[in-house]
């Protein structure tokens, strides 16, 4: 019988793996909750609904990427290819935006059908920041500050650029997609399959193309920042000068536009070069009409989404990830003989009196040699060590793993004391 295997694209997290995503996600929710943000965790199943009026139903992600199939009733659901529609219907459904502002964050599993490579998967996670009732670009600002902070904190301020760029409002996009259509009409027969196919259905999309001949064309094109409206020119403006004034640096990218229908004014990227093709690590902007799109009412909002496994690539790829990390145990306790239940009540009085302590307690009996060559490789700096002769006499043995330092018989009373002392004194 054939073994199954995992869906492609889908993959395992492994112990060995979990220690660096654990400190990703450690630091993430430090930084976003010390700005006042809180967790919200929506299903990863929506009516299908959701997404198409939200995202657009002439995008790639509802016309291809989307996982949707049919509930037992006859609806339509799929997995969440993204989070913000998800937030904006549970901050709408349970009252959470009424006569109130919201500063939320998120994190968990994604789902689009994609080809995958490293970096971009089908079953992906993401972190994800979204603040309602907040008109103003302190907001915009604020978010970005966030980021900025989080990058100092896990030491990637030199490897991100910020990118950014107005998109404006609904009427001035109209205009400069009618303009940019016209334009590009001229030269369809220069253009490449998917800006051809886009021409029609998402032409802003046509902006970033990594096609080097429709690059060429879009030198000469129209500007989106000429089509901006006044209000979206001074809300851009005054973020740049905040922006200046807290010394965050950042570039004005005029091609830069988002995939999904429903932001405007303004857009962002956090870009590295330290990942080839996959270079966007965090990306967001406004959407401002999106909650009444979605049959609540106007509800000015920002926010952003980051790439989990971009960002656990990113700090391996610069050799970032914390060294001790790689650490399992704190103490291995080694039994020999008929001492199992002696050192499982010692295992539980240390872990009362030590509650932080990472001790791993050998479970399924083996000679002494072979428990030592476990508790060796389990990175524990000291061990443990029970026979029946301790046992009967109410007494440890302690045995450095990581030095020839000499051991030591202790009496059961005074474990936990001396173990206290060892790792009080390591830190």
């Known amino acids: 019988m054939s073994k199954i295997q995992s869906i492609r694209g889908m993959n395992d997290l492994l112990p060995g793996e979990s220690s660096t995503w654990q400190y990703v996600e450690r630091v993430v929710s430090e930084v976003f909750e010390t700005y006042g943000y809180r967790l919200i965790r929506t299903p990863i199943l929506e009516k299908t ?120 409002s ?64 001074e809300h851009f403006q005054q973020l740049l000068t905040l922006l200046d004034g807290l010394g965050i640096r950042y570039e004005i990218n005029p091609r830069l536009v988002r995939g999904l229908d429903y932001y405007n004014k303004t857009v962002f990227e956090w870009v590295t070069d330290k990942l080839g093709a996959q270079g966007t690590v965090c990306a967001g902007g406004r959407y401002d009409g999106l909650t009444a799109q979605l049959g609540g009412k106007e509800t000015p909002a920002v926010g952003f989404g980051m790439g989990a496994e971009r960002l656990v690539l990113l700090l391996e790829e ?44 050998h479970c399924g009996g083996g000679s002494f040699k072979s428990q030592l060559k476990k508790a060796d490789k389990s990175g524990a700096k000291w061990a443990l060590i029970v026979g029946e002769n301790e046992a009967s006499a109410a007494q440890v043995v302690l045995k450095s793993l990581r030095d020839d330092s000499e051991q030591l018989t202790l009496n059961l009373s005074d474990v936990t004391e001396r173990l206290q002392s060892l790792f009080q004194s390591s830190k």
């Open 318 to 361: 610069l050799k970032l990830i914390p060294s001790e990390l790689d650490i399992s145990a704190d103490v291995y306790l080694c039994g020999v003989g008929n001492v199992q239940s002696y050192v499982l009540g010692l295992a539980e009085s240390i872990r009362d009196a030590l509650p932080s302590l990472k001790l791993v307690n």
């Open 49 to 168: 609904e959701l997404f198409k009026r939200s995202i657009g139903e002439v995008t790639d992600i509802v016309e291809k990427e989307m996982y949707t199939f049919e509930d037992r009733d006859g609806s339509s659901l799929t997995l969440r290819p993204e989070n913000t529609a998800s937030c904006v219907r549970a901050c709408e459904q349970n009252g959470l935006l009424h006569n109130q502002t919201q500063k939320l964050w998120y994190f968990g599993p994604m789902f689009r059908h994609e080809r995958p490579q490293k970096g971009r998967l089908r079953q992906f996670h993401q972190f994800g920041v979204e603040a309602f009732g907040f008109d103003g670009p302190d907001i915009d600002v604020e978010v970005l500050a966030m980021t900025a902070r989080l990058w100092k904190k896990l030491g990637l301020t030199d490897a991100v650029t910020l990118q950014l760029n107005s998109i404006g």
């Open 170 to 233: 609904l009427l001035a996009r109209a205009n400069y997609k009618q303009a940019l259509v016209d334009y590009l009409s001229q030269y369809k027969d220069q253009l490449d399959e998917d800006s051809l196919r886009r021409l029609d259905s998402n032409p802003l999309r046509i902006l970033d193309s990594k096609d080097a001949r429709t690059q060429a064309l879009l030198d000469q094109a129209p500007v989106l920042t000429d089509y901006l409206d006044e209000d979206s020119r």
